[in-house]
């Protein structure tokens, strides 16, 4: 089993900045890709972003391009999310997921959930 936690959410006024960590443990060598998904009120969660371990395989969702910048530091397992320029339509749930499937990252398809954290965008 691989875990998932994710740590860095918070409030922040339009035009901040936040960076989302995602440090998973247990049996990361089963996971071969890292995301983001997100899911705001009354809606449907939606693609952010991906990246394989080694780093050389990054997409985007389009909303968040030139915005969003997402790496992996393979040493401490973990995923990061550096959002700037934020907007208050980027207020929502932000989850970490893991697959040994890239694909199924940009899908929502995935595997392994982190329990979510709130970022908030006030205008």
């Known amino acids: 089993q691989v875990q998932l936690v994710e740590s860095g959410g918070g409030l922040v006024q339009a035009g901040g900045s936040l960076r989302l960590s995602c440090t998973a443990s247990?049996?990361?060598?089963?996971?071969?890709?890292m995301g983001w998904l997100r899911q705001a009120p009354g809606q449907e969660r939606e693609f952010v972003a991906a990246i394989n371990w080694s780093g050389n395989r990054i997409y985007y969702a389009d909303s968040i391009k030139g915005r969003f910048t997402v790496s992996s530091d393979n040493a401490k397992n973990t995923v990061f999310l550096q959002m700037n320029s934020l907007k208050p339509e980027d207020t929502a749930v932000y989850y970490c997921a893991a697959d040994s499937i890239f694909q199924r990252i940009i899908s929502g398809e995935c595997g392994i959930w982190g329990q979510g954290t709130q970022v908030t965008v006030s205008s």
């Open positions: 247990g049996r990361t060598f089963s996971t071969s890709a």
